[in-house]
C-alpha cells in the first residue's frame, strides 16, 4: 500500500516542495510524447565549460566542440560515403519500440562542451599531433580524455534530471508517480556516488597533467591490425568481471568505486584499445585479467561487446554493420540498451570484427 500524502508533506520526487504544489495534480495532466521529453532533457544537460585545470575566463579562449575519440583517423576511418557514422547514443526507440543505429555527422560524433580550443589543443597534442607508440604521456592522455567526458557526461545527467523528473510521470496514477520519482532518486544517487569518485580521480591526474608527470598507472595497450570499423572511449567502474565473478559494490554508499579508462587510437594498419587503471587499485586490474584470458582470435570481439555493452560512446561504421548476421546485430543492440551494473550478460562467441591481435603489452606500475 501506498500512503496517502497530505497536502503539507513533503514531495517524494525531492524538489522540495509541498505535495500539494507538486504532484497532487499529475493525474490530470496529459503525459507528453517521449520526443518533447527528451528535447527538454537534452536542452536543460547542455552546459559549457573548460575542463582543464587551469581554466579561466582570461585564459580560455571560447568552449568548442572537442572530440573524445580522434577525428583525423579514427572517425574518418569509419565515415560512409555521406560523412556520417552510426551510433547507439540517443538513438530513440522507432513506432514498433524497436532501437536502431542512428547516423550522425562525423564533425559532430563524440564531441562534449569540455574543452575550450586552446587547451584541447594543447593537451592532447600528443595524440593527434604525434603518431601513436603508446608512451606514458599518451596512454595517460586516452584515460584523461575518457575521465574528462565522463564527468562532463555525470554532471549533464544531474542538471537535467529535475526536468526529467517532472515530466516522467505527467498523467499517471499516484503509485505509479511514487515508483517512478524512487527510481529516479535511486539513479540519482548512483550518479552522484559515481561523478564524486571521478572527480577524485581527475584531481590526481589534473596535477600529474600540469606538473608533466605520469607514474602510478597500469595499462594494457592491445594493438590489431584491419579494418577500423569501430570506435569508443569512455570510463567506467566494472562491478562483474567476463565470468560475471563480483568485482565491487557500486550501490554501497560508503565503499570506494575503482576505475578503468579506455580509448580507441588510430595506427598505421588498425587500431590500439588503450586501457589504463590507477596502479594501486586491484577492481581493474582483476577486469583486464579476466579479458585477457581469452586468446587472441576471441579478444577483438570481446573489446567491441565490451564497448557496446558499458560505454555509450561507441561509433562504428555502417558499412560493417550491415556486413553483421541479424543474430549479431540484435546482439550488439541488446548489450546497448541494457545496463551492464544491474543486469548480466553473456559475451557472444561471434567473430563481430576482422582484427588480428598484433601485440598486447602490459604495464603493471609500482
Not at 107 to 135: I, M, Y
Not at 150 to 167: A, C, D, F, N
Request: glycine fraction near 6%; charge should be positive.
Amino acid at each position: 500500500m501506498v500512503r496517502e500524502l497530505g497536502r503539507n508533506d513533503p514531495c517524494w520526487c525531492g524538489s522540495g516542495k509541498k505535495y500539494k504544489k507538486c504532484h497532487l495534480n499529475r493525474e490530470s495532466e496529459q503525459p507528453l510524447p517521449l520526443e518533447a521529453r527528451l528535447n527538454a532533457m537534452r536542452a536543460a544537460w547542455d552546459h559549457k565549460k573548460c575542463l582543464h585545470p587551469l581554466a579561466a575566463q582570461d585564459v580560455c579562449n571560447g568552449i568548442i566542440s572537442a572530440h573524445t575519440i580522434q577525428r583525423s583517423g579514427v572517425l574518418q576511418s569509419i565515415i560512409d560515403s555521406t560523412n556520417h557514422v552510426r551510433t547507439f547514443y540517443q538513438s530513440a526507440p522507432d513506432s514498433t519500440g524497436t532501437l536502431n543505429p542512428r547516423r550522425v555527422g562525423w564533425q559532430e560524433a563524440s564531441t562534449f562542451s569540455g574543452f575550450c580550443a586552446k587547451h584541447d589543443s594543447l593537451t592532447f597534442r600528443s595524440l593527434e599531433a604525434v603518431p601513436f607508440t603508446g608512451t606514458p604521456e599518451q596512454c595517460f592522455l586516452v584515460g584523461y580524455r575518457a575521465l574528462c567526458h565522463e564527468v562532463y557526461q555525470k554532471s549533464g545527467s544531474l542538471k537535467s534530471s529535475p526536468v526529467l523528473r517532472k515530466l516522467a510521470d505527467r498523467g499517471l496514477p499516484v503509485e505509479f508517480q511514487k515508483k517512478i520519482q524512487h527510481t529516479y532518486a535511486a539513479i540519482d544517487a548512483s550518479i552522484r556516488k559515481g561523478l564524486a569518485a571521478f572527480h577524485r580521480l581527475k584531481a590526481r591526474m589534473d596535477m600529474q597533467l600540469v606538473e608533466g608527470e605520469f607514474s602510478g598507472w597500469s595499462r594494457a595497450v592491445i594493438s590489431f591490425r584491419g579494418d577500423l570499423c569501430v570506435a569508443s572511449t569512455g570510463a567506467i567502474s566494472p562491478n562483474l568481471d567476463l565470468k560475471s565473478q563480483r568485482l565491487q559494490i557500486l550501490h554501497d554508499p560508503h565503499a570506494d568505486q575503482e576505475s578503468l579508462l579506455y580509448g580507441v587510437v588510430a595506427t598505421s594498419n588498425g587500431g590500439t584499445v588503450v586501457l589504463t587503471w590507477l596502479s594501486r587499485e586491484t577492481v581493474p586490474r582483476a577486469f583486464i585479467e579476466s579479458l585477457l584470458k581469452h586468446d587472441d582470435r576471441r579478444l577483438p570481439s570481446l573489446l567491441v561487446q565490451f564497448m557496446f555493452a558499458y560505454v555509450e560512446n561507441t561509433y562504428f561504421s555502417g558499412r560493417w554493420w550491415e556486413s553483421l548476421s541479424k543474430a549479431d546485430r540484435q546482439h550488439l543492440k541488446l548489450l546497448a540498451e541494457t545496463c551492464p551494473y544491474l543486469t548480466e550478460f553473456d559475451y557472444s562467441l561471434s567473430q563481430f570484427v576482422p582484427w588480428q591481435i598484433t601485440s598486447i603489452i602490459v604495464e603493471n606500475a609500482p
